[in-house]
């Protein structure tokens, strides 16, 4: 293709010359046939109408004196023109006289006839016709005399074009041997590159590359060391990263990837993986570098323990998390064996840091089959954790993967319920005991599925604080309770987790909504008091911010945790409502009895409201009454409802 | 003797009557009023919007003279072309500048030769002499039957402003100084 556009340029000037000659001659043949011929012809008529013109009057006198010798004189006269084949001439519409030349006969077809009206003298009456027969030889000759002079001229033109295709093909053949000769160019090489004392352009051109080849071969150079020198580099960081992907930093033991890799490389094999119980405490109490350095030493003992065990790999996942990969399986019995042999001695194992002693436990999560083995000893690993037993062996019947994907499931499900708008609140009456009015409702959140059937907060809550969902339906039951009690004057409560109040966007959120919808005088927050509140400082903060702005504070499920009174004074909150466990029972559970007594007393002395939940028949109402609770809430008197307009 | 001088005399007139070439005569009459026609200002030469042709003889021609007069209507039905015409017969002595004529025609005037063509000249009008002698007189046209038959012109007298032949006819005629 190259070679193709090289040759083009002399090629298509040649071609372009070749084609403007055509277009020339073309040119030259349509003038020659369409201007010239028929000019050569009109000059031969014009001449034998001038000879007539000449002639007329002559014979218009001749015929007017009638002196017809004359006119015989005449055309004989007239005949001695070559050109003349014949004269005829007409008194009127009668012959008067034909004369016709030698010549007549053999020249009538290529001849033309010439008529002209024969006038009397001094008048414009016609009087006859004078008829002359010219002949085309003249003609033919003009013509044979051009078309040579023409074929002469374009064969000379011819010439000449090619003459000037030669001499261009000649003064571009430089650049075609300059072409050649940097063919074979390259960097490393230095080529002679001809023509570099001629004084013209091409001249100019061949010095123009010398300078270049020379620039060139400079950079080549520099280049060269530089590639050298950053392949060296790379080689180095290669090798490093290789290190780094495959190499734990801390415990130089084999990482995740290279246990990924050696489990690809294997359709055989089992794996323990094993979890440092509580290393989190370790790091907390003792510090990272401390943890880091219990760590290594860990990995050194475990190192120690395997090492004359070919079949067995050592690897450290991440943090805590270490695994013993079994390149082949062996015997189920042997597993197990080292898994519990392994927890036996990491518990009798001692490690010191600065005069501590520090002791470990384990636990163990195996999987006994190659395929899916890491997550399949997670799995093990997980639900021995939960079940807080020390080892556990993979089996189908852990049930653990249906479950992960009914969690899954319920995360599109509340996706799709969050973008479709199913998420509701239901509200529930809490019916004030010495009135039996309603004093309150409960904002509970509800979950509409695709077939309209409300779904309880048990059911996805928990998923919804794994997947990150909690925010969103909080504040989702923040901005749908308010707008619903905007205009109902009437108390209403909204259930917020420690969560919620610990993220400053939740917490602005409820202080703009509150102040949007005017209903900082109405609403009351439940804080669950079962969950574990760690930070007590935030959680005093928010309620005293919130009491700021006219709010009330309650605290949900009081008495299902560990109780702290102490704290419980310092949170200066409105409500206790007192957890449902021991108010189901209260009817003839002695020991609820007395908690719920102290609940109540202690509530009392601080001026704080006490509200049974869970009050399912009318014995339990009773004794919530006896023991001077001041608000009951539960099935008995009213279910959640859509609308608080149905009670 | 008496007898005698009257017999020759009328012996003489009918020789001299006798000397006309009698196809000349015919041709000269069908040529000369064509040749008329031939100038330009003829139109100009119209007496009362015809064409006066006089021919003039001496006493002993009139025979002749009314022979080509009556060969002339003959031949024209009285109009020369589109002009209509009228043929004065004028004897030589009698032709004065007074005379009234559009051209003029001399038979054999002898005598009268010079002034008819002078009074001819003196009109501006064409005069056609039946001898081509009388052209050295002063006339200006005369026809001669040789091979074919031959128009002379007299050159002195083409140069006049009152005569403007078509140009073809000064090509086929012989000039005579």
Redesign the interface.
Known sequence: MKNKNTKSLSTKIILSIILVFFIIIFVIFAVFEKINKEAFYNIEIEKANIIAKTIE??M???I????Q??IE?FSLQLLENPDILAVRVFKNDKIINDIKSKEYEDNINNSFVIKKSIL????DKKIGTLVIVYSNQNYKKLIDEYTKWTASMLFALGVVFLLFGIYIKKLLSPLRTIAKSLKHYSPNKEIEIPFTSANNEIGLISNALNNMQQKISQYSKKQQNINNYLEEKVNEKTLELRKQLYIDNLTELPNRFSLLNDISCTDDGALLIINIDDFKEINDFFGHIAGDDILKKFSCKLKGMFENEHNIELKRLYGDEFALFFMQKPSLEHFIKTAKKLIYTVGEMIFFHENNEVSLRITIGGAYEIEKVLEKADIALKSAKKQQKPFLLYNENLNIEKQYKSNMEWVKKLKKAIKQDKIVPYFQPIFDNSSDEIASYECLIRLIDDNDKVIGPYEFLTIAKKSRLYSSLTKIMIEKSCCKFEHINCDFSINLSAEDIINPKIVEYIKQKIKKHNVSNRIIFEILESENIENYEKISYFINEMKKLGCRVAIDDFGSGYSNFEHLLQLNIDYIKIDGTLIKNLDNDLNAQVVVQTIVDFANRLNILTVAEFVHNKAVHQKVKNLKIDRTQGFFLAEPQKNTNNF | MKKITLLLLALITILQAYSYDDVLLKAQA??FP??M????K?EEKLIDGEIIYTIVYDQQDHDTAKEIKKFIDENNNGFF?KYAYKINLVKSSELSSLTQTSAIYALITSQNSKKIANIAKEKGIISFSYDINDLKNGFLFSLMLE???VLYLNKANLYTNKVDF????L??VKFVD
């Not at chain 1, 007017?64 to 002196?67: E, K, Q």
């Not at chain 2, 078509?166 to 006819?169: A, D, E, F, R, T």
């Open positions: 009057p002559l218009a006198l001749n007017y004196l009638g002196m010798n004359k004189q009397q003298p001094n008048t | 069908s040529i064509k040749i026609l031939l100038d330009k003829i072309d091979k074919s038959a078509v140009v073809s006819l090509q086929m």
